[in-house]
Each structure stands twice: as structure tokens, then as C-alpha cells.
């Protein structure tokens, strides 16, 4: 008896069993019994047919990645990912490909990046004794917006902020300056609340804020306990990606409570598309419900508006109609203690490098500044003057200026090494400390023109040009440059 009827048999008995026939079932187990069975033969059909079939998808693979090129290395595109979570890709800096084509155009065609300006030199004098504290300077009783917008500077119309696509001319100060050496520059002690940096990483600890004697940082974020050392405020930031207020209206009402007192940010870059990329109708709502649950929360919280990228007309315009998008939503002039904004000097054309053309406007170029325009310092300070006259002709004269975020995004070897990154900071510094003008500026800050501001960044490995410390976490030569600037 094989194998094979050795099992069928078993199989019988088995089932006359369960059947109850018992006699025949123990029949056929005694015979089974006393038989010889013959092992069964195996059989290596199917490990045959599983290697061939192994062998074929093989030659298969292989010949696809040939012919097809699937495991080819990408070509080279340097994207710009986002600091944080957006749709679109970030196209701030061009790629190395486009600098090429950008810089033959800017040969060809010289109206094409704006023309420099001259900067007026402020009267140094000796360094006033301060007059406010930081809290002082940004939390004095908020000053209620008229309805009637207040008299422009003489020098500029409101016409000539939207008209003009060329930075407009920078104005002497007409108030006393505070002074700084020409050599050896120096951040005055009293001076240093003013200085920020982003922590694009979070207010989570670990960084060494002391050596760099800042007075407040920003991440982005609204969190109820940063991590920070004792003397280094937090500024928290309302985003609205998405046509929705991130964090939402209740816990930003728990963080306004748990934090008293705080200035905080709303929006960043509302006129990008790759960043909270919302129309002016929008930012007005969102602007609303952030207002009232951060005041419910905290009726002396500092709420600063703005939050755009750079001041160009282009990008004035866009707060134009966000004022005019509030009036008709809510019948009164959108309510702001600070105005803040971004400094940064970049291309303004559609579907291109830069920072495209805000939400709700429809032209298809604004300013087309070239890549070395990112550390034009003449520009940088005719902008500030263009937002300090805005803001007069709109109704927000004197009240506190905060340029929350500004840098240079642009790489190292794109025309921005060390040395002229160290001038930049220091020359930027420099503006913000002397720039007053009595018809412009924070009256309660002798006139000054900008009261804070945020260098980008502590670390980012997307943008490093202006990076404080590398991934090791050691200074960088920036970081050395800024720390000769604060030290005693």
C-alpha cells in the first residue's frame, strides 16, 4: 500500500466514525494496521515553478530600470521647502539656473530692480537716558484709532504709496537720534529689549539667549509656557493658513489668560501664498475673532496688526483693503495697539521667485527687486519710511512699530558671505537704533520709527545665510559678529 492510499483509507475510517459505523471503521484501522506503507514520493514541481517565476520578475526589474531609468538621481531643482506646514512650494530664493537668466536680465533691462536711494544721515548726539522700559514703550493704553485719518507726512501722499513702484526717498529724522559711534559699534545696555531672534525650532530651551542678550523671541506659535531665560519676553503669533485662526479662538483665549500682558503677532505673511496666504476679506474676519479671544482672555494684551512681507505698494494696497474689508464687516476702523511687519526686499511677480503677488490683487508684477536686493540697505530703509508714512495717512500715526521677521534668505554663494552679512546686521541695527522723525515716529519713544525688531534666524538649515549657530549648535561667524555687538 502507498502512501497516497494509506491516507484515503484513514480518511474512510475517520468518517465512518463520525457516521457510526464502528464495525466497518475498525475494520479498516486493523488493516491499516498490519500494512506496509510506501513513503511517498516528494515532489519539487512547485519550488521549481517558484523559482523560475523569481528568476523572470528578476530580469524584469532589471530590464525596467534600464530602459525606463526608475532609480536614476533626480535632477537638481534646489527647492525652497516652507518654515512651516504650507500647500505650495516656497520659491524665495531662485534656483542657480534662474540667478543666471536673472542677472542677464538685470543687464539688459536696468529699470528692472528698483533704483537706490540716498539715505540721509541722522545727527548723532549723546545717548539719551531711556525714557520708557520695554513694557512701557509697547503697553501704554491703546490708543483708539480715529475714524478720520490723520495728516499725512507733507512729503508723501497717499497716491504717491501706490503709484510708485521705486522705493520712495528716505526723509531726514526731525527728532534727536539716539547716538551711535560710527566705530566700534556698540548695542547701548538699555537698548538690547529691543533686539529679537526667531527660534525656528521653538521657544523649547536649549538655546544660549543670554550671549546674545536679546529681549524677546518669536517661533511662530502661541505657546502658554516657552522655555526662555528670565528677561526674554515671548511674543505669540496668530496664523491663519487655510481661512482659519491657528490656534483657534478658545485656546487663544487660555493663552492670552495664562500669559498677561503679552504683544501679540497676528498673521504671518497673510499676503504669500506659501504662507498664511489669505485674502484681505479673510484677514479681516480672522483678524476680528483673534482680537476678541485674545481681549477676552486678556483685556491687556497688545495686539499688533500687519504681518505682511515687505512694504511695497503692492503690498499696501493689500492692507488697504483689508482696512476697507473691516469697515464694512464691522462698521468701525480695525482696532491695533502695534503695527508689525517683515522687511524683506524681494521679487514681486506672478508664479515666479520671490513672493509672488498678494491674495485679491490683480496685478501680475509688483516691485521686480534682483536677487543682491536682498541686502540693499537703501531699500531697507526707504521701506520703513514708506510703512511710517502709511501708517500717518491711514490713521495709526505714532503708534509702536515692531518689525517682527528680516534677513537675508538668499544662499552664501549668491553674493552674500560674512563679511557682508556682518555689515548688513550691523548697518540694520544701526537705522533702527538712530531713525526718528517727530511727524512719524512713536512719540512716546522720542520719535523713533521702528520700537523692536526680530532677526531671522537663531538656526534654520533652509535658510542658513543668516544663521546664528550651525547643527553642531556653535556660534557661527554671524553669531560672533552679533555677540562683539552686545557684549560690555
Known sequence: ?????????????????????????????????????????????????????????????????????????????TPVPSLTASPTAEPLVP???MTVAAMATAAATPTATPTATSTATPTMTPTPEPTATPIQSLGTPARRVTTTPAPPDPSATPA???????????????????????????????????????????????YDLGTLRVGWVMDWAARSSPV??????????????????????????????????????????????WQDNVTPETYARLYHEAYTAIKAGDPSAIIAAGGIAQPT?????????????????????????????????????????????????????????GIDDSGNLDAFRSQIYSFRRWMASRGYGGLPLIISEYGVPMPVDYGFPPERMAEFLRETWRFFLTAADGGLGDPSDGGRL????????????????????DARGQWTPLGQVWISYVSD
Request: glycine fraction near 8%.
Open 160 to 206: 504717491s504709496l501706490v503709484a510708485t513702484l521705486a522705493p520712495t526717498e528716505i526723509l531726514p529724522p526731525t527728532a534727536t537720534p539716539v547716538s551711535v559711534s560710527a566705530s566700534d559699534f556698540k548695542v547701548p545696555a538699555h537698548e538690547r529689549f529691543r533686539l529679537g531672534v526667531s527660534l525656528p525650532s521653538g521657544a523649547k530651551g536649549g
Open 228 to 273: 526662555l531665560p528670565p528677561g526674554v519676553a515671548y511674543m505669540p503669533t496668530v496664523r491663519m493658513s487655510g481661512g482659519t485662526l491657528r490656534p483657534s479662538a478658545e485656546t487663544l483665549t487660555a493663552v492670552a489668560r495664562a500669559r498677561p500682558g503679552s504683544t501679540w503677532l497676528i498673521s504671518n505673511e497673510p499676503d504669500v501664498r
Open 95 to 97: 534656483t542657480r539656473t
Open 313 to 369: 505698494p503692492l503690498r499696501l494696497r493689500y492692507l488697504d483693503l483689508v482696512l476697507e474689508a473691516y469697515r464694512n464687516a464691522f462698521g468701525m476702523e480695525l482696532p491695533a495697539e502695534v503695527w508689525h511687519i517683515h522687511n524683506y526686499m524681494l521679487h514681486e511677480e506672478r508664479n515666479s521667485w520671490g513672493v509672488d503677488i498678494p491674495p485679491g490683487i490683480p496685478d501680475d508684477t509688483g516691485i521686480l527687486y
Open 1 to 77: 500500500m502507498d502512501y497516497r492510499q494509506y491516507v484515503q483509507a484513514k480518511r474512510k475510517a475517520i468518517r465512518l466514525v463520525k457516521g457510526g459505523d464502528y464495525d466497518e471503521a475498525i475494520e479498516i484501522l486493523q488493516t491499516l494496521r498490519g500494512a506496509t506503507v510506501k513513503p511517498a514520493k516528494k515532489s519539487y514541481l512547485l519550488l521549481f515553478l517558484a523559482v523560475c517565476f523569481m528568476l523572470a520578475g528578476g530580469v524584469l526589474m532589471w530590464y525596467g530600470r534600464t530602459s525606463l531609468g526608475f532609480f536614476d538621481a533626480p535632477a537638481t531643482l
Open 450 to 469: 521702528v520700537q523692536q525688531w526680530c532677526w531671522f534666524s537663531m538656526y534654520y538649515e533652509v535658510y542658513p545665510t543668516g544663521n546664528l549657530i
